[in-house]
């Protein structure tokens, strides 16, 4: 399978490029980055630390994709959504593990994947997605007597709060209780509060370090509290989802999935 990395300078580009050199089944036929990147015309394979890979990473998205099977794409909310136009154009898979993005930008993800396969997710790792079918089963089982928190933990130069995990983790708890993850979310608490509502989905956030991602989500009922966690080690495990994911689609109509879809664990 043809991959394409964007965003081929950063640290999880350069780890994409890894994984896909690694990978029985796929080869690296396009690394992508801005115009003006310093890294232009330089060999990716190189950039990314595993010798000459003869792939020179270019400003030219379209012209690499339309020759591809996929992208793998782990960039910014903006960039993601001009990827997924050409990915649509050219008819290829489209990995997504870019967070932040806003209700407008899945709006344009969903008309991508009319004519695109993409497969999105706030989070790639085998680990978190099974983290989040036990949410959701747990969720689905306890009653309101027990309260939702989602607390999250990362490196302290991430941009987004909460991480597109921690969201993930809680839209997972609101599909087992059958709720409206927007309508019980809540992301702040400062000053006086009052008390907490029943069936609210709370959200906190730590940041500092050089954590790679800690999640945990803690149902705290009458007398006792069931906490389930993951704790990301090494970012690989992003990278090699990634490709799992894009393997997966390769042979798959146009559509919008999941990592729920790729690991086989819809309900």
């Not at 992208?71 to 990915?87: I, R």
């Not at 680990?127 to 747990?138: S, T």
């Amino acid at each position: 399978m043809k991959l394409v990395v964007v965003g081929a300078e950063g640290r999880m580009g350069r780890m994409l490029i890894r994984a896909v050199a690694e990978a029985e089944g796929c080869t690296l036929h396009g690394a992508v980055e801005r115009p003006g990147s310093a890294v232009l015309g330089q060999d990716a394979g190189l950039l990314a630390g595993i010798g000459e890979l003869g792939v020179p990473v270019s400003d030219d998205p379209l012209s690499r994709f339309v020759a591809a099977d996929g992208v793998l794409d782990f960039t910014a909310p903006a960039a993601t959504v001009a990827f997924a136009e050409l990915a649509a154009q050219a008819r290829i898979v489209h990995v997504v593990g870019t967070t932040g993005l806003s209700e407008d930008d899945l709006t344009r993800l969903k008309a991508a994947s009319y004519h695109a396969r993409v497969v999105r997710s706030g989070n790639m790792s085998l680990g978190v997605n099974l983290l989040a079918g036990l949410v959701r089963k747990v969720a689905a089982t306890l009653g309101q007597e027990f309260d939702i928190e989602v607390l999250e933990m990362h490196h302290r130069m991430k941009v987004d709060a909460p991480s597109g995990t921690a969201l993930l983790l809680g839209e997972a708890a609101a599909v087992g209780r059958n709720v409206a993850l927007a309508e019980t979310r809540v992301s702040t608490r400062d000053g006086h509060t009052g008390a907490r509502r029943p069936g609210d989905i709370g959200f906190a956030t730590l940041r500092g370090g050089s954590v790679v991602g800690d999640h945990s989500v803690i149902f705290a009922g009458p007398s006792e509290r069931i906490t389930l966690s993951h704790h990301a080690e090494d970012r690989a495990i992003f990278a090699r989802g990634a490709v799992r994911a894009a393997q997966w689609a390769f042979d798959k109509p146009p559509g919008l999935y999941g990592m729920d879809d790729v690991l086989g664990l819809r309900d």
